[in-house]
């Protein structure tokens, strides 16, 4: 009897591990870029564009790749967003975006969704990166200071109103892939 | 006999002229061979400077002075009126575009809404300037 409930822990151990890692590795290979651009649809429109950009190829060689800004990294998140993406996968089977033409017509919408998100997360993947703590404002020009301060401010002062709960993708929309047709430059400029 | 020593000395003019020119004319392109490729001009940092650049001349458009590699001009956007456009102009501390009005003219003109198609491409007057001496010596003062 004894024997048994130590060998059935060994087995749910043993058992667990596998499966663990199993759906961890599992989820890890959805993560890659390699994985976003097996579909056409993402390799032959948003990947192109953001092999001209600073987020791809920049004098230091640092890439950011497509989970690095669109895919949480805390886990709740992360999970949270993969159940999401099984969207992505029936409009994939409903051939939503097939074509350039169909991917065109949509990129509005597209771009308007993942503002959205980015703006209710507060620019959460960005900061990832991009620290105010890490920004030698030094080295940044005076247009970018100016602005990068007075964020900083606002975000210490925890007085998100005063500006309007601005974040990252308020001016800095159009970075890492075009700007969709009927996009007015004066939405990266949010009011005083 | 006279008409072979006139040859000779026609000859003996026409050579010391051509290796005097072979040895002083150099173009720009100096020694380069012209079958091999050119070597890279060095690099020269991009001026920014607060406050704009001074104009060679009165009615010069003005330079950029700042990076505008990020910018987007195509078809569906143009990502300097961010900062330029009548709206934006007033908070983002930025020169308006045409503020009188000139980019907002038609081939017509007649007034447009936005800034008019033949002004739309603004690097092809307002460009970023680099800090380099000119290549060939320049003593252009424009009227001030």
Redesign the interface.
Known sequence: MKNGTVRLLVIGVILGIILWGGFNTALEVTNTEQFCISCHEMEATVYQELQDTPHYTNRTGVRATCPDCHVPKEWIHKIVRKIKASNEIYHKILGTIDTPEKFEAKRMQLAQNVWKSMKSTDSRECRNCHAFDSMDFDKQEARSVNKHEEMEEAGEAHDASSKEGRTCIDCHKGIAHQLPDGFDPAWNSPGE | MKKSIVTMLVAVVTLVFAGAAASDTMSLRGGQPIEDDSKAPAKAKMV?K?GGLERSFKTAPPSVP??ID?E?I??????????H?A??YK???APQAGKDGSHYLDRNGKKTAKVAARRYFCNQCHTPQVDKAPLVENTFQGAK
């Open positions: 920014i607060e700042h990076k990020k987007q195509n078809l569906k956007v143009n990502t300097c009126m961010k900062c456009s709206e934006t908070k983002e501390k």
